[in-house]
Each structure stands twice: as C-alpha cells, then as structure tokens.
C-alpha cells in the first residue's frame, strides 16, 4: 500500500500531506524525512502531525532563512491583539509567540542584526490597533528625532533618549500607572486579571520597549558626585523596571528590553530571568546565547546564535520553539522607514497616554480615599 499525497507547491518548496496506513505512522515517516530530501532535492525536510491519521510533510528547497523578506504594513487591526507574529521558521512556516500573561520579553544580539527591526515590526503591525500604546526609552540616542524610532513618534505616547534621569522619569511614570490600574482593575474591568476580558481602548495594553537597555542599568563606579548620581539611577532604574516586569502582568504591561548581550551586567537577572520569551540574534560567544536563551541552548547546536553571525544570517534570530522540545531559527521581515512612517503617519491619531485613560476612566474611584503610597491593593476608606 502506498499513501496518498495531496502536494502544493509555494516559492520555498512543497507541502504534501498523507494518511497514515497500518504500521507506516508519524514515527516512519519522520525517519524517512531525510530520504525525501534526497528524493526531492530539498533542503530539509520536516515531519509533523496534521490531525487523526494524518501528517503533514513540508520540503524546503529555497532555504527562508537565507531568503531576506520584506513586510508592508496593512493598516488593519491585528485579528488577536495578544499574537505577535515574528517571521518564518527554517520551513517557511509562521512563527507566533502569545503575549497573553506574559510579564517581558528579552531580544539579544550583535549590532545590526535584527533586534530594533523586530521591535519596528511590532509597532507597524500593532498601530492601527487602539488597544495598545507605546512608550519607548532608547539607549543609542539623545533626542526623538534621531535613530530607528524617529518615523515612529507619532504613534508613540512617550520616548526618551540615553539620558538616565528623564528615563527614571518615564521608569517612575509607569510605575504610578501600574499601582493605579492594580488599585483600580476590579472596579473598572470587574476582573482581577486584565486577559480574561482582553485590553480595551480604556484600557489599553501598555508596551514598554526599552532598546539598548544597558545604557539605563549600568554599574557605574568611581566616587565623584557625578557617578554617584549615575550610579543610584541606574540601580534606582532596575528596581523601578523589576516592578513593571514583576507586578505589570495582570494590569496589561508589557516591557520589552533589547541589548546586545543579556548577560547579568546589561539586564539585571532578577529583571532578565522573570522574562518568559526571549530571542537572540547572532552571538559571538556561547555565554552570550546562554544568557539569552538558557542552558539548554548548549544542547541545540544547530540552532545556537554563535552560528547566525555570517551576513546572510542578519534579520535570523533563534528563540525556544513554543510547540515542542528545543529551538527554532526564525526569518524576520523587514519594514521600510518610509512604510513605517506612513503607518505611524495615518495611526498618530489613535495614540493615548494609558494614564490620562485611566484618570477619566476610574479617577472617580481614585479620588475616594486610596492612597498609593500605602503599598498594593490598598482600598478606599467606607465612609
């Protein structure tokens, strides 16, 4: 007996699925995955399951992680708002990772590579959609109209450059609206988790992109009054950024930090570790793609970031594959500035402070006696 393929093609190669048959199952067809390659000339061939009895056979011959891609915003709305949709795995398949209950991410490598792109995608595709606003605080510049996040300001509720005390400034803003909307979640959404009813334009999930995110936890040492004003920032900036990591979750807050290498000393463990995703372009040391991606990566040679440092891998990122054991090498697209511009162009009228939201939204509730410097969940008085 010979099983039945149902065969597409696409620009990378062929997708053919196949029904099982007595003692010919995933398992043999999985073994038989390199052979295919040979027979088919590809360059890798993968097996996984596609229902009851079936599989699903993906052939690659033109490799997607070689293969540079561009993205043009549509302007609409993303369909789930807690999806973001990285690029294409090594067989061309989209890659995913849920945003829901997710606290912060961490996207580490070289310069030049991909990590500030990624995060222009996010914002591009996210624009048009009112439910989530940006503040970003990047390190490589000293003003909004300089570097990656220029074409961006308009759909920006906040932006600081390099300097540490108007990035403690923006750090501390945060915070006040973290304890404000965890003082307020149950009266105004009726829950205490703001993903079991979705963020609202009312209440919007709140994105912090902190890029370059060294430049702001710096040890600085020396015991002149200008380093030591450094230095109690920065520490002062861990702990405020360790509170939205730790605390933001359930209000909708999300802090998205990019470095070059998330080794200890560029963001502190105790912000770095409570981050569920992280990504890592190419890295020029094993330790480096260890502390961006675990231990286990040791484990994943193919897939370690020390290997994505040839041109051709720039825009190729490796993160924890979400559906099973082990890592997955993604393709991220790349948006022009002049795209990027123009979303941000036609969405600017959509961006909203989450503070001043929130003030009209519960600052009736707010003004009845809860006092915030009281610690967490603190209630007004019964009068």
């Known amino acids: ?128 959609a009112p439910e989530i606003q ?23 509720f906040a932006f600081v450059g390099d300097d540490l005390e108007e990035a403690n400034g923006l750090f501390k803003r945060l915070v006040k609206l973290r304890r404000k909307r965890s003082t307020s979640i149950q009266e105004v959404l009726g829950v205490k988790n703001m993903w079991h009813v979705g963020p609202s334009e009312n209440w919007p999930l709140t994105v912090l992109i902190i890029d370059e995110a060294h430049t702001y936890f710096r040890d600085y040492k020396g015991n002149d009054p200008a380093t030591k004003k450094l230095a109690a920032l920065a520490s002062e900036n861990a702990r405020l950024v360790e509170d939205l990591v730790k605390k933001g979750r359930s209000v ?17 463990t105790f912000i770095r570790d409570v981050c569920p995703v992280g990504l890592s372009f190419a890295q020029k040391t094993a330790e480096a793609s260890v502390a961006a991606l675990g231990e286990d990566i040791r484990n994943w040679p193919d897939a370690n970031p020390v290997n994505l440092q040839d041109p051709s891998y720039v825009g190729v990122a490796s993160m924890t594959a979400q559906d099973r054991p082990g890592f997955t090498r993604i393709r ?50 019964a009068a």
Request: hydrophobic share 40%.
């Open 1 to 128: 007996m010979t099983p039945a393929l149902k065969v597409k093609p696409d620009r990378f190669g062929v997708v053919a699925r196949a029904n099982c048959l007595p003692k010919v199952g995933l398992e043999e067809f999985q073994k038989a995955a390199p052979y295919l390659a040979d027979a088919w000339r590809c360059a890798r061939v993968s097996v996984l399951p596609d229902g009851p009895g079936q599989v699903m056979i993906r052939g690659v011959r033109v490799d997607p992680l070689l293969t540079p891609t561009d993205h043009v915003p549509t302007g609409e709305a993303p369909e789930d708002l807690a999806t973001w949709l990285l690029g294409v795995d090594e067989y061309a398949q989209p890659v995913t990772v849920g945003l829901s209950n997710v606290p912060g991410v961490t996207i580490a490598g070289l310069p030049g590579y991909g990590k500030t792109s990624l995060i222009n995608k996010f914002i591009c595709d996210c624009a048009p």
């Open 134 to 156: 940006f503040a970003v605080a990047d390190g490589k510049v000293s003003g909004a109209h300089e570097g990656d996040y220029a074409d961006l300001m308009d759909r920006l």
């Open 252 to 268: 909708g807050m999300l802090v998205i930090l990019a470095t070059q290498k998330s080794t200890g000393d560029a963001i502190p």
């Open 332 to 381: 991220t697209p790349y948006v022009d500035d002049a795209h990027a511009a123009k979303i941000a162009s036609d969405t600017a009228h959509l961006t909203y402070d989450p503070q001043i939201l929130l003030d009209h939204y519960a600052g009736a509730y707010l003004e009845t006696g809860v006092d915030l410097d009281k610690g967490e969940g603190s209630r007004p008085e």
